[in-house]
């Protein structure tokens, strides 16, 4: 039923008229759209399986005119600034399936969007700007590699990825072997993490790898932090005669010297999983586990094989990257024999010479035999939001 707006002195409005206020016409799409003067007052409902897009217009609306948006189809539907049209919104034009908001006209040109269902996302700056689709929403993905300042000039949701640094592998100098670096925590993708933001700038830590072991001293890797916010722990060391039987607990749990008792364990297998253990008891020869990883534990010494790295998870479904971005892998374990394989995204534990330095994000480095152990890699951070 059409309501005659504008309302005129002397109008007489009929019952069915007075009822139309409260139900308002639902237009129906099922394909790209661009609005029409008549679609003023009423609910413009794209159903479509696949992307779409609502243009909005020059010079068919009037100040204070509104339309409602509606998108119910699974496919995502994104609000478009016609020629010379501007549409201003705190968080996303965006529309994912069930979303909407209401288009208020400020002039026949300008137009602010406000989203259904409370805050939207935010805009940032900081680090490196990608442009990424996942699941057919369109993401700006900031990348910090190296501490810097995340600035955020509207307030809003933001999802984060998270990954800790990576742990250094172990070696000795007495005739025994080490364990492999466990990776750093990953905080933000078993389940998607979504924080709000108000603006202004915060503080990005990137966690640095922890240096490769002999007989020295054990290393920390470092946590990645967006401010007071939220953090991603470094993972744990590998194993070593001299300094620590034990690996180090962390994201991921270093890779043991040791038969018994002594594999690092994950603070939390929500981000990470155990170190291997080893083979030997008290020194000799032998082998050590592998530091654990993302996806899977580090494995275990046999014999004098080392234990092989955890594997790590590829991470670009998250919009990391245009292509495979594996991360969070554990080190492979020390050994006289044969050194532990590398897991997915990770690096192999050695039977000579220095041990191989992490090369993927957070992951650990491989365990070595009589020499110093791999260093583990840096972690990163991701924030992203809807554009």
């Not at 068919?60 to 010379?84: D, E, H, R, Y």
């Not at 700006?140 to 955020?152: E, K, P």
């Not at 491989?366 to 791999?374: H, L, R, S």
Request: aromatic letters at 6%; hydrophobic letters at 35%; glycine letters at 26%.
């Amino acid at each position: 039923m059409a309501v005659p707006y504008p309302f005129v002195a002397g109008a007489v409005l009929t019952a069915a008229q007075m009822n139309a206020l409260s139900e308002l016409t639902i237009n129906d799409k099922t394909d790209s759209y661009t609005l029409a003067a008549g679609d003023a007052g009423e609910y413009v409902v794209m159903n479509k399986a696949t992307s779409s897009t609502i243009t909005v217009p020059n010079n068919v609306f009037t100040a204070s005119q509104i339309v409602k948006i509606v998108n119910k189809g699974a496919g995502v539907c994104t609000l478009v600034a016609g020629a010379g049209v501007t549409v201003n919104v705190n968080g996303s034009l965006a529309l994912s399936q069930h979303g909407g908001g209401t288009l208020l006209a400020l002039s026949a040109s300008t137009f602010t969007f406000f989203p259904f269902g409370g805050i939207g996302y935010g805009v940032a700056t900081g680090g490196s700007s990608a442009s990424r689709t996942v699941d057919g929403v369109n993401y700006t993905v900031l990348t910090f590699a190296s501490d810097d300042n995340l600035v955020v000039s509207t307030s809003g949701l933001f999802d984060v990825l998270l990954i800790g640094g990576g742990g250094g592998g172990a070696g000795s100098s007495s005739g025994t072997s080490g364990g492999g670096g466990g990776a750093g925590a990953l905080v933000g993708f078993a389940s998607t993490t979504t924080i709000y933001l108000a603006a202004g700038t915060y503080a990005v830590d990137v966690g640095a790898g922890g240096a490769g072991v002999n007989s020295n001293t054990v290393t920390s890797a470092g946590a990645s932090y967006i401010g007071s916010i939220i953090s991603a722990c470094g993972g744990g060391c590998g194993g070593t005669f001299e300094v620590q039987t034990n690996g180090q607990a962390g994201g991921s749990g270093g890779g043991a010297f040791r038969t018994t008792g002594g594999q690092g364990l994950s603070v939390d297998e929500t981000f990470g999983n155990d170190g291997g253990f080893g083979t030997l008891t008290f020194s000799g020869t032998g082998a050590s586990g592998g530091g654990g990883g993302y996806a899977t534990a580090g494995g275990n010494g046999v014999g004098a094989t080392g234990g092989a790295g955890g594997n790590g998870v590829d991470v670009s479904s998250w919009g990391t990257s245009g292509s495979t971005d594996n991360v969070a892998a554990g080190g492979g374990g020390g050994a006289f024999t044969t050194g532990g394989a590398a897991g997915t995204g990770g690096v192999a534990g050695v039977t000579s010479g220095a041990g191989n330095n992490a090369t993927t994000a957070g992951s650990g480095g491989g365990g070595a035999n009589v020499n110093t152990g791999g260093n583990g890699a840096a972690g990163k951070v991701f924030v992203r939001f809807k554009v």
